[in-house]
């Protein structure tokens, strides 16, 4: 029912921040518990955050606890990704996903999704 599109990435220094963008189409938004994912270059896709269906909730990787703030917006159909304090190791393609009235810790461990993004690249150079 939803598909989806991100946006915000681009090149940034080390302690910089940016702001990612995953806006939704479709009538069913608020029925998806939303996260970000993302890959580096030669690695395996990592979670970084899911959201519960009202916002209510969120889980973080570890890597990102501190820095990055998920959050979204139900009436504008997107769910966003404030990153701060910006490291090279946070260099990768980030993606949006969503999962049917899914826990956020759930979502936050397996790796099958119902929709994904196509992902928008976020590079931090030192």
Same mark, same amino acid.
């Given at each position: 029912?939803?598909?989806?599109v991100?946006?915000?990435g681009?090149?940034? =220094?080390?302690?910089?921040s940016?702001?990612l963008?995953?806006?939704?189409?479709? !009538?069913?938004?608020?029925?998806?518990?939303?996260?970000?994912? !993302?890959?580096?270059?030669?690695?395996e896709r990592?979670? *970084?955050?899911?959201i519960?269906?009202?916002?209510?909730?969120?889980?973080?990787?570890?890597?990102?606890?501190g !820095?990055?703030?998920?959050s !979204?917006?139900?009436?504008?159909?997107?769910?966003?990704?404030?990153?701060?304090?910006l490291?090279?190791?946070?260099t990768? *393609?980030?993606?949006?996903?969503?999962?049917r009235?899914?826990? *956020?810790?759930?979502?936050?461990?397996?790796t099958?999704?119902?929709?994904?993004? =196509?992902?928008? =690249?976020?590079? *931090?150079s030192?």
């Open positions: 029912q939803v598909q989806l991100e946006s915000g681009g090149l940034v =220094q080390t302690g910089d940016l702001r963008s995953c806006v939704a189409s479709g !009538r069913a938004f608020d029925q998806y518990t939303m996260g970000w994912f !993302r890959q580096a270059p030669g690695k990592e979670f *970084v955050a899911t519960s269906l009202n916002g209510g909730l969120a889980n973080y990787a570890d890597s990102v606890k !820095r990055f703030t998920i !979204r917006d139900n009436a504008l159909n997107t769910v966003f990704l404030q990153m701060n304090s490291k090279p190791e946070d990768a *393609v980030y993606y949006c996903a969503a999962d009235l899914l826990s *956020v810790q759930t979502m936050s461990v397996e099958d999704h119902d929709i994904w993004g =196509q992902g928008t =690249q976020v590079t *931090v030192s």
